[in-house]
């Protein structure tokens, strides 16, 4: 097959996960910064401006279009770049390259924000001044990815054995709107650390401190987030005793059910997300999956953020009709 029949083929959304609309979007949004950052290395290795004529010289291999298509199979399907090599007649190590370039650009751009053409958010302070600004209602939750075990005898091995799992992890934390298209997603961490304890080192309980009028839901593992900010974070209520009234523990189920009503839209984004297999079980090197996570991310959100924003449902009960007396 030619590079042109390859591109025409692979560049079906069941190999990209992207359609080919948003595949050409993303071609003029980073064409020129890719330009521009080849263009930046080789006067770095020069130690100077070019001094032939634009277009002289060696030709590259695979031009922008195919890295970005093999880029984007390599993040939904996480395929073995030998195999891709053999789809263009290249080395290995030519396609480890392209991917390596055009990951990191993707995993730049951010996470676009609904109804906001253009603007994209990349920090926790990014986030939760846009909720404040936009009265938006976050929704917390954390997820776990498979990953390699590290090699014995290394320092720091049992950082990544998940409590939870018994597996070795890695732990991100996703955030969306009430609606659940995502905001941000990233805050990486080895699986054995705890949910509360990300709260702490990463600064998410100072931006709740920073911004007093925005509110979320979580999950049972943020509920010591939830108990230092009480009027801003709903978590889960506990359980009653054992010994407790029937009343009681039929109200707490029914808050339960209202609270998990209201959070549930996070796990259907962190299910949106572990449609792309290296968000499943991540097979490459540990310390290139924060950048992986934020590239597939960051695509994910392209698509969720053109979903129309809609009325906030209510989960309150609602009498349907007047009890005689």
């Not at 950052?37 to 279009?65: C, I, M, N, Q, Y």
């Not at 404040?132 to 090699?151: K, S």
Request: hydrophobic residues 35%; positive net charge.
């Amino acid at each position: 097959m030619t590079p042109a029949l390859n591109r025409a083929a692979l560049s079906h959304p069941a190999f990209t996960g992207v359609t080919r609309q948003h595949f050409a979007e993303l071609v003029v949004e980073l064409a020129p910064r890719w330009e521009a950052s080849r263009e930046s290395d080789r006067t770095e290795r020069r130690g100077g401006e070019r001094r032939r004529a634009a277009g002289a010289g060696r030709k590259p291999k695979l031009v922008f279009t195919d890295r970005l298509l093999l880029t984007l199979i390599c993040l939904r399907h996480q395929l073995p770049h030998a195999a891709l090599a053999e789809l263009y007649s290249v080395d290995r190590s030519t396609v480890s390259t392209a991917v390596r370039e055009i990951r990191a650009l993707l995993a730049e751009r951010g996470f676009a924000v609904p109804d906001r053409p253009g603007l994209r958010l990349r920090t926790l302070e990014d986030l939760f001044a846009y909720a404040e600004a936009e009265d938006i209602d976050l929704r917390i939750d954390g997820t776990e990815v498979q990953v390699r075990r590290p090699q014995a005898h290394r320092p720091g091995r049992k950082a990544f054995i998940s409590g939870k799992k018994k597996q070795n992890t890695i732990k991100t934390t996703s955030f969306s709107d009430h609606q659940g298209r995502i905001l941000l997603s990233g805050i990486v961490r080895p699986g054995r650390m705890h949910d509360q304890t990300c709260v702490r080192s990463e600064g998410i309980a100072g931006q709740f401190r920073q911004h007093p009028g925005v509110k979320a839901e979580a999950d049972d593992g943020y509920r010591g987030l939830a108990n230092a900010f009480p009027d801003q974070v709903s978590a889960p209520p506990k359980k009653p005793a054992d010994d407790a009234c029937d009343g009681e523990k039929r109200a707490w189920r029914e808050a339960k059910r209202r609270q998990s009503s209201a959070r549930i839209r996070i796990e259907h984004t962190n299910a949106e997300l572990k449609k792309w297999r290296p968000l499943q079980r991540f097979t490459g090197r540990r310390d290139t999956y924060a950048e992986t996570h934020a590239a597939n991310t960051g695509i994910v959100s392209d698509r969720s953020a053109k979903r129309p924003s809609r009325r906030r449902a209510s989960t309150a009960l609602v009498p349907v009709r007047t009890m005689a007396r």
